[in-house]
């Protein structure tokens, strides 16, 4: 086999190979594979909610308000007669649906003004650095607390309280791992070669450091859903009677004492679906890192 053929058939076997070590250090990392059976099973049972779900998320039994756990309704009934498994499967729809959409655009918008700002540098990173700066000034929850309040309440005010604070940690991040990258000597030996700068920037810098933002994105969900629930619990997130984690909470805090189910079984739900999230930003860590 010549050369040529040579250096066609490892560039055809490339993609086949990465994706094989990627799914052998996946498997070889504990952290990555809890991670993903917690998330993957609160996803599930979150996707499924129409159909393993006994009732609707807003039908009423008046005549049977804050049951017990029971064969007919498994995790009880609250004030209203509503099943609690079921605004609990329905509340993860919403609250997952709103922690993923709202780190879309941070996510997109930070990874890109970072990579730009890490690169380029003069006053496009200056610029970008007193941006970072005055956000990181305020604390976090407080800011998105007060932002939510502003421009009103409901995921819309989540969504533009997330875009406009979160993407300066992916910028801050992905800036950091440009202002590393650049100095390799590929990126100067594709500078030299003739490339132009978008070249290098889409197809040799960016790939190489959006890694650190995928990482952090599956912490930063944990905290938007922390946040969505805490917001919830305030009245400023999902709006009733739409379930949600953080309204229930709340809705059990009057019955704690006699009825200790109705706060706790969405308090759980965060936990478990936190922890499940961590875990597999964890596991990311170590499976994208470079070997």
Do not use: K
Request: glycine share 10%.
């Amino acid at each position: 086999m010549s050369d040529a053929n040579a250096v066609l058939v490892d560039e055809d076997l490339a993609p086949i190979a990465g994706r094989r070590s990627f799914a052998a250090r996946a498997a070889r990392t504990p952290a990555f594979v809890a991670g993903a059976l917690i998330a993957g099973a609160v996803l599930l049972l979150a996707l499924l909610a129409p159909v393993i779900a006994r009732y609707g998320p807003l039908q009423q039994d008046l005549l049977h308000p804050l049951r017990p756990p029971s064969a007919a309704h498994w995790l009880g009934t609250d004030e209203f007669g509503r099943d609690i498994w079921s605004r609990l499967l329905y509340a993860g729809r919403t609250d997952l649906q709103v922690g993923v959409l709202a780190v879309v655009f941070p996510f997109c918008f930070g990874s890109l003004i970072g990579t730009l700002s890490g690169y380029l540098g003069g006053w496009l990173d200056a610029i970008v650095m007193r941006v970072i700066d005055v956000v990181l000034a305020f604390p976090f929850y407080v800011l998105i607390i007060a932002l939510v309040f502003f421009v009103g309440e409901g995921t819309r005010g989540i969504y533009i309280a997330f875009a406009l604070t979160d993407w300066v940690i992916y910028a801050r991040t992905v800036r950091s791992a440009t202002l590393v990258v650049r100095r390799l000597d590929w990126v100067a030996a594709a500078e030299g070669g003739g490339l132009s700068r978008r070249r290098v920037l889409l197809r040799h810098i960016l790939p190489n450091t959006v890694s650190q933002a995928i990482v952090y994105a599956m912490s930063d969900i944990v905290l938007v859903i922390l946040a969505v629930v805490t917001l919830g619990y305030l009245g400023l997130g999902v709006q009733p009677p739409a379930p949600d984690w953080g309204a229930m909470i709340n809705d059990g805090q009057s019955f704690i004492t006699v009825h200790p189910w109705l706060s706790l079984v969405p308090g759980l739900a965060v936990v478990l679906t936190g922890i499940g999230l961590s875990l597999l930003g964890d596991g990311l860590t170590d499976v994208l890192r470079p070997q």
